[in-house]
């Protein structure tokens, strides 16, 4: 399986606004893995995010071992099933119905996962977590890369069983678990409502 390399040079010079409106959620990725070069290129713009207090409390994981993702995807499934077992929200009857499907891979079978975790607990530790996935997110687009944030696996990664298998250390929670990889076709835009404006004096 090859690895994808650096995309050329056209594709990194797309402006902060095109990468914002060109952005989307991927499902549905080809199986090359992304070379080395390439993460820590993302990685580096993760770390240009705006931090409180100048506080840098990110940390990263990277798995692209498609045996740890495989097993990672159904241990999440079944945390899922457990946490939401009796709630009837749409939003967990929703849940419920995904991880349900033997078939589903809350990874859309993505070669790469990238977790950004805080070693800060207060609440601008995760604010800068999230700052950073955005920054990842785009740097990635920029460079013709897919990416989602994959809610299903905050809560298995989490876990002390799965901190202990990639050797998250304590202290540390995950914030942002983001799959990367070359996309498998085009995704299309969604709608978005208009900026909610409470009020402008």
């Known amino acids: 399986m090859s690895a994808l390399s650096n995309p050329s040079d056209s594709k990194e010079s797309m402006t902060t ?36 207090m100048h506080g840098e409390p990110w940390s990263f994981v990277v ?5 740890v993702l495989d097993c990672l995807s159904e241990d999440a499934k079944e945390h899922v099933l457990k946490e939401k077992a009796g709630q009837t929200s749409e ?11 033997p078939k589903f891979h809350i990874f859309y079978n993505a070669s790469t996962l990238i977790v950004i975790c805080s070693k800060d607990p207060e609440a601008t530790g995760a604010a800068d977590g999230w700052l950073a996935a955005q920054n990842l997110m785009l740097a990635a687009c920029a460079k013709g890369l897919g990416t989602c944030v994959i809610g299903f696996a905050i809560g298995v990664l989490n876990t002390p069983k799965w901190k202990a298998e990639l050797k998250i ?14 996309p498998a076709g085009e995704t299309p835009a969604t709608s978005r409502k208009p900026p909610e404006v409470l009020i402008w004096k």
């Open 17 to 52: 606004m095109d990468a914002i409106y060109r952005r989307r959620a991927v499902r549905d990725y080809k199986p090359e893995k992304i070379a080395p070069p390439t993460i820590n290129a993302l990685l580096d713009a993760a770390v240009h995010a705006p931090t409180a």
């Open 169 to 182: 250390p304590d202290g540390t929670t995950i914030i942002a678990p983001i799959i990367v990889g070359a």
């Open 63 to 67: 798995v692209q071992d498609k045996v």
């Open 91 to 101: 939003q967990a009857r929703h849940m419920v119905d995904y991880v349900s499907d």
